[in-house]
């Protein structure tokens, strides 16, 4: 919750009443609040990830280029995977989280950067717009909104902790800010285009439903600006059987979804909600 500069991104928990459909609204509890400078780049996607651990992804605080260094910064959370274990006990006097062991800087860890945030998985980011999960196929996708030529998905190994996915040494492929001297390992997009084809990627989400068993294992995405669907599966590493899928007038897509049964949707700005 919360634009504007000075403001903070708040991420609030509640409990379901008895009847399990419905938040009580009394029972609403802090968890964590990320100052954000800017008004833009304020990431925001929470998802509790196939571990049982709630994920966040932030981006870098906005204005434009990440004029606070904080994608490479591993003492600020923007521009950052986060991963937190919450409290769900109920206990009013217990931390609101706690940091899964397996983080990169978690306590006990050896050449832990100085200041480093615990709550950190992964850094590098712009402004991740969205990311997902495959369990079955132990895979991290990352749709990260790119600053003046470049838009990318990321698709790295679901548990591997630490990652550098470049924001702002690189954007995309390319060299953004090159760092002089040595620069940290870097993953590279496995999926990037340029802004002649659309300007802000909106990332869905791997379909594993049953209506559709032929696009098992396909990962959805769109592009804000020009409201394209398109699609590719990975295969050792590559992207394969990409796809533009003509004919679908989503208008522009402001982010996917999943129901319970492995259901795609997404949503666009005129306020539609539509099902593939």
């Known amino acids: 919750t919360g634009r504007g500069p000075g403001c903070r991104c708040?991420?609030?928990?509640?409990?379901?009443?008895?009847d399990r459909n419905v938040v009580d609204p009394g029972s609403a509890r802090l968890v964590l609040t990320v100052a954000q400078p800017y008004v833009n780049h304020n990431g925001g996607h929470l998802l509790f990830g196939p571990d049982?651990?709630?994920w966040i992804g932030m981006g870098d605080g906005g204005a434009g280029g990440d004029p606070h260094g904080n994608g490479q910064n591993p003492g600020a959370l923007l521009g950052k995977l986060?991963?937190?274990a919450p409290d769900i006990s109920g206990d009013p006097h217990a931390p609101p989280y706690r940091?899964?062991?397996d983080n990169p800087y978690s306590s006990g860890h050896a050449s832990i950067p100085a200041g480093a945030r615990p709550e950190i998985w992964a850094l590098g980011l712009r402004n991740p717009w969205r990311f997902a999960f495959d369990d079955s196929a132990k895979l991290l996708y990352i749709a990260d909104v790119g600053q003046d030529k470049w838009e990318e998905i990321d698709v790295s190994p679901l548990?591997?902790?630490g990652l550098d996915y470049g924001w702002n040494l690189r954007e995309g492929r390319h060299d953004y800010k090159p760092r002089a001297g040595s620069t940290p390992p870097l993953v590279e997009p496995l999926v990037e285009y340029g802004h002649a084809e659309g300007c802000s990627v909106t990332g869905g989400f791997v379909y594993r439903g049953s209506a559709m068993p032929e696009l098992s294992g396909t990962y959805f995405f769109s592009d804000y600006c020009q409201g394209w669907i398109r699609s590719f599966r990975v295969e050792s590493g590559r992207a394969?059987?990409?796809?533009?899928w003509t004919g679908l007038e989503?208008?522009?897509v402001t982010s996917f979804g999943l129901d319970a049964a492995g259901g795609l949707y997404l949503t666009s700005a005129s306020g539609r909600?539509?099902?593939f």
Request: charged share 25%; with cysteine; proline share 9%.
């Open 10 to 18: 708040r991420a609030p928990c509640f409990t379901a009443s008895a």
């Open 52 to 54: 049982g651990m709630l």
């Open 82 to 84: 986060l991963r937190i």
């Open 99 to 101: 940091i899964p062991a």
């Open 159 to 161: 548990r591997t902790p």
């Open 240 to 244: 394969i059987e990409r796809r533009e």
């Open 250 to 252: 989503a208008g522009q």
């Open 273 to 275: 909600v539509l099902r």
